[in-house]
């Protein structure tokens, strides 16, 4: 019908005049040979398909169509149903359903330390190799993997992109912002199995388990006694003797 075909040359129109398809779609490999640019947003990949599947992002290839209508939307079909977040690609809602179930089915085999994801394994692995390839140019400090470089950098730059609606403080990174927010909304997700408690904080609610499972990670290195927190290690270290704290100043 002919709103059909008006609609059809809109977004054909619209195409031509904000996609450089030509452009979107050149894969562009580095000097170094080692990653391939985003000609739009500059961002790196290893592999180029990679690269290639993200530049759907940047065209209409990128876009879900209404088998019906024909007529596409930029939305995020695939929902959580626990937190009614949305997704772009299926295998995205999987790895973001694991943050709710605890699956972590990629581990360690030194440490047995489990990931929601193989590339965060991977990142991982640099802890006991110690390689660090991404090195920052400013001050040397070396990263194992190039997120953690991108995060790093805003010390740098003063970069603080994540504010709160609410207060106004900002933050270098968006997990942060996220745990601040709770603050303000009282909300305590981490919840503790054996006793009840909740916890605004991931790391808050491991360090409270410690009570119940009796660990003690930290030891002093003068009198070997043992500690669930570090700072209660410290504690311990300037209340000792003047002797003692010699080894601590």
Partial sequence: CQQIKEEDEELQQNKDENHDTTKQNRLIETQDKSSYSCSICDETFTEN?????????????????????????????FLCNLCGKGFSQKGHLTIHTRTHTGERPFSCKICEKGFIEKGLLTDHMSVHTGERPFLCKICG?????KAFLNLHMRVHTGDRPFSCVICGKTYTQKSH???????????????CKVCGKRFREKCHLTVHMRIHTGEKP?????????????CHLT???????????RYFV
């Fill in 49 to 77: 398909s990679l690269l290639a599947k993200h530049l759907k992002i940047h065209t209409d290839e990128g876009l879900f169509s209404c088998k019906i209508c024909g007529k596409t939307s930029s939305e995020k079909p």
């Fill in 141 to 145: 400090k070396g990263f194992c993997a």
């Fill in 177 to 191: 912002l996220s745990v601040h927010l709770r603050t303000h909304t009282g909300e305590r997700p981490f919840l």
């Fill in 218 to 230: 930290f030891s002093c290195n003068i009198c070997d006694k043992r500690f669930c927190k570090k």
């Fill in 235 to 245: 504690r311990d270290a300037l209340g000792g003797t003047t002797r003692q704290r």
